[in-house]
């Protein structure tokens, strides 16, 4: 089965630290992998995402990913936190659905984000 | 441009009835999923729709979920018979590119 790991259910960062956000996979076949976050009381805003190419992602408002095979990760990070990215963050994974031709995502659990002052 | 709407943002619900839960994808998007997030089950899929084709339904509950398409656009997501259990935020998501699904701001179902 497509799965998706997020082992930390929260990280803390100061503000203008590094920061990642840490998943890790579980696929048959090549991985489709994305990162959703999630603001309080809001619907998922897409952040980026992997197919195939090159293994640093880069999506938006400064953050990036990288995808490593040979550890089945796909960690997001930003070079420097900001407050305002206090948030709820999902990792996902492209479930193929067999009818329609469509794809399903199966989300982590969520990692919730703190930047502090 | 506009994003996925959903109605109603919130609604509170007595056991036992009826609720329909409303999503406008983006003009344009051919796939439309909804979604449930709750605190026990995190996020899981419900249902697909795409274009005119029979939807993938693999994701329902139970048999007191139905939703429908009507015209390629607008989906309604019935609960029939509610229960505390279904409690939740749904949340919809439209797509047109095979791979990016692109979500609206949920509905709050409480149901006491």
């Known amino acids: 089965a497509q799965s998706v790991a997020q082992p930390e259910d929260q990280v803390n960062v100061a503000e203008g630290n590094p920061l990642t956000v840490k998943c890790t996979y579980s696929?048959?076949?090549?991985?489709?992998l994305f990162w959703y976050v999630q603001y309080p009381n809001r619907g998922l805003q897409f952040l980026l995402k992997?197919?195939?190419?090159?293994?640093l992602v880069k999506g938006s408002y400064g953050f990036e990913a990288e995808f490593n095979k040979s550890q089945t990760s796909f960690h997001l990070k930003k070079p420097s936190a900001l407050v305002s990215d206090s948030a709820l963050y999902f990792c996902?994974?492209?479930?193929?659905?067999?009818?329609?031709?469509?794809?399903?995502?199966?989300f982590g659990t969520g990692t919730q984000l703190k930047v502090e002052l | 441009g506009a994003g996925v709407s959903q109605s109603p943002s919130n609604k509170v619900t007595e056991k036992g009835k009826d609720v329909e839960l409303r999503c406008d994808p983006i003009?344009?998007?051919?796939?439309l999923y909804w979604y449930r997030q709750s605190l026990g089950q995190g996020l899981e899929f419900l249902i697909y729709?795409?274009?005119?084709?029979?939807?993938?339904k693999s994701g329902l509950p139970s048999d007191r979920f139905s939703a429908e398409r009507t015209g390629g656009s607008v989906s309604t997501l019935t609960i029939q018979r509610t229960q505390q259990e279904d409690s939740a935020v749904y949340l919809c998501?439209?797509?047109?590119?095979?791979?990016?699904?692109?979500f609206g701001p949920g509905t709050r179902l409480t149901v006491l």
């Open positions: 998501a439209s797509s047109f590119r095979r791979f990016e699904q692109f």
């Open positions: 696929v048959s076949g090549n991985p489709y």
């Open positions: 992997y197919i195939t190419g090159d293994n």
């Open positions: 996902a994974v492209r479930v193929p659905i067999l009818t329609g031709g469509g794809n399903k995502l199966t």
């Open positions: 003009s344009g998007h051919t796939a």
């Open positions: 729709f795409q274009g005119n084709s029979a939807p993938d």
